[in-house]
């Protein structure tokens, strides 16, 4: 017997408990345990098998670390075949997680009891596959139908509640796995309860496949795994026998497996987990921050405000007047209302957090027990100078003094105070209680035990954090900055906006680049251009179009205006007429012949140019990993997560074509398509980059 799965006999029934932590994973070890002690179980003539996980969980799925190797038997499929054909009873006793594989060995036991905290679900569509040991036949045999749609569909983690109401288990108790599961299985023993295969079970009832298949390939975007998903069901209802139906999901599985979505959504998976993991950390204490301060009660302040008293920190929140503190407050109750309405918080939770916890001051004076403030006040280096010399001269020592800029320098900013140490950038995203990312900026002076703390915060508000270097817009902003600019430059040269909207919207993103600007304000990137033309070079291309729409007073979906036209009441725009004027114009001005693109070139350019900055940053060490861009890119901006980001993407296209296709564009534009050293490297020495990140782990 391996170590993975123990097995005891307490009378007549034979326990076998899981010890693989963190999550009992079904390995090798744990599949070849479960099979040896079934057989084992058989064999010494017990009556009943209890399986149940110790530690946090029963199993929480397949060991995803070992898809894309060779599989080693026994394989799940089988395990779930033999365990539901035991000649005994088995039962599996749930707590923690049931998830994947995990569900679908409790669906192959005879009987299923769960603690209340149990969660469920069939999650493996977040992965890119699908369940692949029966879990498509025998959840809609045992819950139905649309009840197994849904859930194999949406991934959705069910509560016992609603599991048992399913009828997914049979019973709910309080108590320790392995006593709720003991006093069950002795129980079931004492009333000769039958063996009770699902396989046995007659065949679900049909709906319509076909359309179910095209809803929720469209609410994918394009994710497949979902959608091919919905075929193995329909094999549930209509293959002629169980066999066929778990056949046909061996096949689908199996095309889902060998997909490309597979492995970027994988990667997405392990990336998330890891990007928040700093090495050099490991052993730095975060300081405490119990009270947080936010200068600025703007959108973002705000913003900042409502995340942090979400997750239980007071907050102080400075405006310049007691009329705009009155606004800063009507905004954050806004946010909070929003959060009740979805759920997220009960009213007493929110009149609670309305009040104690959350004070508006004018003076910097209230600060002076706060433990961290943000900074989210006007992008100008001279008033966010002003500011953190107040804070400076208000603030608590050892108290972390962070700038929410979004490309300003944040070394200037420290050099504003006398404790350049206690400086950092905590870049949120708008809005900041809902946006996933927050962008650590690690100054050149910054103490590491500030750094834990703004990882330790960003864990604290769920958000996914990642390391950035100093940088002009640092990680994301600069990115998307330089895939911005190969867009205009695109249009300019004969795309038309609404053709590259609509091709990034095929490739997954929820908006295009066009879209995306007019919800954000054309005056940003407007502002943005300004302020950079003094030091810009002259060998850099210049578009003009989305100035004259600013200039006629267009700023997108706050004017109504921009690259869209936008109805009240009506989601979405519709194209701008004048757009075409004004690239007409500019291409006038600048002597250029507008070409046909091919909505394939169209996206080459794109991705190259995502791809080609990230591999900057990543070079320059602004990003620590590949991954780190990625997680940036996912989480801040939309990119889609079956692609596992942009650096993903680009090895499964292969840097080789990628770097090829830089070095063709920059024989148009020599400036803008300057190849990133660390592309040519990787390109040169045959590597990717996943060889980097797993030499960074
Ligand atoms: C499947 O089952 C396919 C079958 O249908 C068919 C097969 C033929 N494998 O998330 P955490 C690691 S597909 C390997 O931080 P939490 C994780 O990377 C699977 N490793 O904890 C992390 O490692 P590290 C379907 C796994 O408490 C550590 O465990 N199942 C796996 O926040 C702790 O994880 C799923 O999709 C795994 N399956 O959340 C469930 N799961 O410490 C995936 C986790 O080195 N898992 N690890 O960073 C989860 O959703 C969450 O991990 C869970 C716990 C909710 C269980």
């Known amino acids: 017997m391996t170590e993975a799965i123990v097995y005891e006999r307490i009378g007549d029934i034979a326990v076998l408990s899981a010890q693989n932590p963190p999550v009992n994973a079904l390995g090798i070890d744990v599949r070849r345990g479960l099979l040896a002690g079934i057989e084992r179980a058989e064999n010494e003539g017990a009556r009943a098998v209890l399986i149940y996980g110790e530690g946090r969980t029963y199993f929480a799925g397949a060991d995803i670390r070992e898809f894309g190797q060779p599989m080693q038997d026994p394989g799940l499929p089988d395990l779930c075949n033999r365990i539901e054909a035991a000649q005994l009873l088995v039962v599996s006793s749930l707590h923690g997680a049931a998830l994947g594989g995990g569900l679908e060995v409790a669906l192959s036991s005879h009987y299923r009891i769960a603690v209340p905290s149990a969660k469920m679900g069939l999650p493996e569509v977040n992965l890119g596959i699908m369940p692949g040991a029966g879990g498509t036949q025998r959840l809609p045999r045992i819950a139905g139908t649309e009840t197994a749609l849904e859930m194999i569909t949406t991934g959705r983690h069910v509560a ?112 998330e987990r890891a990007v928040s993991k700093l090495p050099e950390l490991a052993d730095v204490m975060p300081r405490d921050v119990i009270s947080m301060g936010v200068i600025g009660g703007g959108t973002m302040g705000a913003g900042i405000a409502t995340a942090a008293l979400l997750s239980d920190l007071a907050v102080v929140l400075i405006e310049r007047d007691d009329q705009a503190a009155a606004v800063a407050r009507g905004r954050i109750e806004d946010n909070l209302k929003g959060a009740l309405k979805r759920g997220k918080i009960d009213q007493a939770q929110f009149d609670a957090m309305m009040s104690d916890p959350l004070t508006l001051a004018t003076d910097y004076a209230a600060l002076s027990k706060a433990d961290l403030v943000v900074e989210a006040v006007f992008e100008d280096m001279d008033v966010k100078r002003e500011v953190f010399a107040a804070l400076d001269a208000n603030c608590k020592p050892g108290a972390i003094l962070a700038s929410n800029t979004s490309y300003l320098d944040i070394n200037e900013i420290a050099a504003a105070t006398s404790r350049p140490t206690d400086v950092i950038g905590l870049h949120f995203f708008s809005p900041a209680h809902v946006m996933k990312l927050l962008e650590v900026v690690v100054a050149d002076q910054t103490a590491p035990d500030v750094v834990a703390t703004g990882f330790a915060l960003g864990k604290r508000l769920k958000k996914t954090s990642v390391r950035s270097g100093v940088c002009d817009g640092f990680i994301g902003n600069r990115i998307m900055n330089s895939y911005r600019k190969a867009a205009d430059y695109m249009v300019l040269d004969g795309a038309s906006p609404y053709q590259i909207d609509k091709v990034m919207t095929g490739f997954g993103f929820a908006m295009g680049p066009f879209a995306v600007a007019d919800l954000a304000g054309l005056d940003i990137g407007w502002a943005a251009r300004k302020r950079r033309a003094p030091t810009r070079d002259p060998k850099e291309r210049v578009v003009c179009f989305s100035d004259m729409l600013c200039e006629a007073g267009d700023f997108g979906q706050k004017t109504g205006k921009g690259f869209y036209v936008y109805e009240k009441g009506k989601r979405g725009g519709a194209p701008n007429p004048q757009v075409a004027e004004y690239i007409e114009r500019d291409q006038r001005d600048q002597g250029v012949t507008p070409q046909v693109f091919a909505n394939d070139e169209v996206l080459r350019r794109y991705m190259c140019a995502m791809v080609n900055e990230a591999a900057k940053v990543v070079g320059e060490g602004i990003a620590r990993r590949p991954l780190d861009v990625d997680m940036v890119l996912l989480f801040g901006y939309g990119f889609p997560r079956f692609w596992g980001g942009p650096l993903k993407w680009a090895d499964l296209q292969g840097l080789d074509g990628i770097l090829k296709d830089i070095r063709r564009y920059a024989k148009e534009d020599a400036f803008f398509w300057q190849p990133a050293p660390l592309l040519e490297e990787l390109v040169a020495d045959g590597r990717s980059f996943d060889d980097l990140n797993n030499a960074g782990q």
């Open 160 to 271: 016992a509640a609603e599991a048992f109401d399913k009828g997914v288990i049979d019973r709910i108790a309080e108590g320790s796995p392995r006593e709720i599961g003991l006093t069950y299985t002795r129980e079931l023993l004492e009333q000769n309860a039958p063996r009770r295969p699902l396989c046995d079970m007659s065949a679900p009832e049909p709906v319509d496949f076909d359309a179910i298949y095209d809803k929720v390939l469209a609410r994918g975007r394009g994710q497949l795994s979902p959608a091919i998903a919905v075929r193995a069901v329909q094999a549930a209802c209509e293959a002629p026998s169980f066999l066929d139906g778990v056949r046909r999901e061996r096949e689908l599985f199996m095309e889902l497996m060998e997909s490309e979505q597979r492995q970027g959504l994988i990667h997405a998976f392990f990336s």
